[in-house]
């Protein structure tokens, strides 16, 4: 964005949990609208600040529990570390932070957070095929470890990695798909490795902007 700009988005995010540990059935939903918001600083340097709002619904059995509430804020910048030549795309470097803001999985039913102080770097590359532009980075994430009820919580370290593209329809509107990963070593409670803590999910989301 130049100087003064402002870019505003949302969108809408369901997510469905269901397993049967025990002879009930356990089931989560959870709805989120996140709100963003970019500032065009300089011309090289954008911040942004990321505010989800989330209403979830759990059911154990027979028992039923509704909240609603914020989620973890985002608050970070993008740097343009080389713009776009003919043969070379453009590269922008972001270094984030997440405050532990929404209610934590480990004491809450209904969760709207992970719980903890986090850093992010990425670095993103984009090409423009015009009407097309292309993207994909990596990057990486450190959670800080908290106490909580159950103890001394230190998340594993995620690598991410996204892939994508957007669609100019016009000079106002822009439809963007991107594939979302990651993969997270393992968890650590009190110091010792939680087996099975491991994770690689994987997410296609979908936009208008």
């Not at 089931?27 to 600083?41: D, I, S, Y």
């Not at 590269?91 to 039913?109: E, Q, R, W």
């Not at 159950?150 to 998340?155: F, S």
């Amino acid at each position: 964005l130049k100087h003064g700009e402002i870019e505003a988005e949302t969108g809408v995010v369901y997510q469905h949990n269901q397993d049967y540990i025990t002879e009930n059935r356990n089931t989560a939903r959870l709805f989120t609208l996140p709100l963003n918001a970019r500032v065009g600083l300089f011309n090289r340097l954008d911040i942004f600040l990321g505010l989800p709002l989330s209403y979830g619904q759990s059911e154990a059995g027979t028992v039923t529990d509704n909240d609603f509430g914020i989620g973890d804020v985002d608050a970070g910048a993008h740097f343009i570390l080389l713009e776009e030549k003919k043969k070379f795309p453009e590269i922008v470097f972001s270094l984030s932070g997440t405050a532990p803001t929404g209610k934590n999985p480990y004491d809450n039913a209904i969760a709207f957070g992970q719980g903890h102080w986090a850093i992010s770097s990425n670095i993103l590359f984009i090409k423009s095929v015009d009407p097309i532009v292309l993207f994909g980075g990596f990057g990486y994430t450190h959670q800080f470890e908290k106490n909580f009820s159950i103890g001394d919580v230190q998340p594993g370290e995620t690598i991410g990695y996204n892939l994508g593209l957007g669609f100019a329809v016009n000079k106002n509107i822009t439809l963007n798909t991107t594939l979302l990963g990651s993969i997270t070593t393992e968890s650590k409670l009190n110091n010792v490795d939680v087996p099975g803590s491991s994770d690689e999910p994987i997410s296609l989301s979908t936009g208008l902007t």
